[in-house]
């Protein structure tokens, strides 16, 4: 018999605790390891699964005694990163049965995540996932719960779009750069100045391919250090206008307080580049790029507050469709209960099919020694069946027929007419 | 072929419907029946001209009923062509009420008794005819992508990305698949002029005569000739190019039409109102 295990999840995330705390209890990479088989070897656990980010730690178990396993996951969780329970404790969450799928199913697909619909925790989880089946620590029940949480993400992402569109900066940027030119590959890219969000721009642009990176800073050497971490090329400041001839998309984030690039100078850019498409995104504040250089044919300026405006739009799209995926949720909920439930039969099935085979095994074995059933004669058989009833049927009579009765015996004598289709024999 | 006619204008309407939806719910499977509604119908269109290919003994181009047909197929072969080089879905939205519309127009009016003449059975004249067609039906199609370029840049110039900056193709895509439609229309729209001016030459005995028609087809030449010279020259492309299109393919539609209605010429042998 396999035993009624519960699932039990315990986490904490952006929502419930600080980062003092988050950064306490968070895992990296071998210790992941390490924390996943000593989670495995505790004695209420059965199945385990170790998820760990910046954002979260969540430990996702399948459990006979959910109790103590959440004592002792408590505990190590206390003693593996050096701190007292009264610390976390109460950052806590605990979830079990629906709750956990639930909430497994909703981090999976991004609705728990501090930028909703963001990509990456579907591939954290199928990370820890895949270490926890690498290790063995996961079972039946994990299994079947991650696949089904794999297919949940899948399909909320391509039913209500809520990672379609970005909700950031920089990635709201490098989309505008996608609607102009298409493929980003082979594009050259201009940084001037520097900053963070700027050269992550910069890094998702090489993300998606762009060619070459030249950087322009007011210190040659900044630029020179900036250029070699991008595999680029630093150029010195008064070469930006000849720069123009060449790049595609122009980033620029400097600490000036005039306009760097007039419009003038962008003009005779734009005949020698034969008109080819000129992007600006002007991440500084004051303004770097002169905004009157998006009337010019075939170059758009963009500044942070076009792109603040790009994303607000965005963010109230992912609102909506996290509602949508929120009903999706809700129905694999049901749909995983439906699965577990019919774990609890699946032994009383296989009882139910040995005993049966057990008693025809040895009645047959009887009437037909040595498994030959040429000599045997026409009554021996009619016995063979009388007996086989009264055998299989003898303790189901018994208990039926038993008197002191618990109350339920209409209910039990519906469930055998049930079973059994008693009541309607036209049926096959 | 009054079934065949249709026939075809119901498959090219359910494909516009389908494109529109698509337009909206951005459902994959909506864009795939469009392709395939659109299909069936240009089949249908194909087999339906065919038989009055056959049984006229030459090409039904000879009223204005039968050529609006005619160029309805072009739009729509072309497009089917077009489709499977540039895969930019969204095309459908333009080229699929195109059709229907003419055909629409093709359903109301009233078929005239075909009256065979000897002029119109050449290999030149159907060779002219079919060129001419499919190099308009290109400079359509450059039309269309000329128009979505326009209202794709206004979204990204405006800073207010809204429903079309999602749905449409990044401008670049627009630009080069217009352009490809007009360098294959313009390639076409050539050799069927060369075809007409030889044509001319075996039945009146001179390759140019001035007359409305031919003066409008050579401006439209020219346009498209100065269009592609410009591109290449000076870059003309992007926001230029796209206006450029569509200023073409208004010119176009005033050789194809706008002649047979408001000038004569000897080309209203052919055309019958």
Redesign the interface.
Known sequence: MIDKRDILLIGLNHKTAPVEVRECIGFAGDETDQALLALHALEAVQEVMLVSTCNRVEVLLATPAKDDAARQVIAFLSEMNNIPVDRFEDNLYRHTGDDAVRHIFRVAASLDSMVVGEPQILGQIKEAYRKAAFKKTSGVILNRLLHRTFLVAKRIRSETGIGDHAVSISYAAIELARKIFGDLEGRKVLLIGAGEMAELAVEHLIRNRADEILVANRTFERGVALAQRFDGHAIRFEEIPDALETVDIVISSTGASDIVIRRDQVRRAMRRRRNRPLFFIDIAVPRDIDPDINRLNNIYVYDIDDLKGVIEENIEDRQRAAIKGERIVDEAVIRFRQWYENLDVVPTIVGLRRKFEEVIRAEVGRTCPGGDARGVAPDALDKMVNALVNKILHDPTTILKREEGHGDKAQLLAAVRKLFKLDDHDAP | MEIGILGTLTLYALSTATYVTFLFIQKKSMYRHGVWLLSAGFVLHTLSIGYETYAAGYIPVNTLRDTLSFAAWAVVGVFLLFQYRYRLKVMGIFAAPLAAFTMAAVAVMSPSALVAKPVLKSLWLVSHVTFIFIGEAGMALACGLGVLYLV?EKA??S????FF??RL?????LDSAGYGCILGGFLMMTLGLIMGVVYAKTIWGRFWSWDPKEVWSGITWLLYAAMIHLRLS???????SAIMAIIGFATVLFTFLGVNFFLSGHHGEFTQR
């Open positions: 794709q990204i110039k800073k207010k990305p809204g900056f999602r193709p990044s401008l670049d895509q000076v870059g003309w492309q992007g926001r230029r």
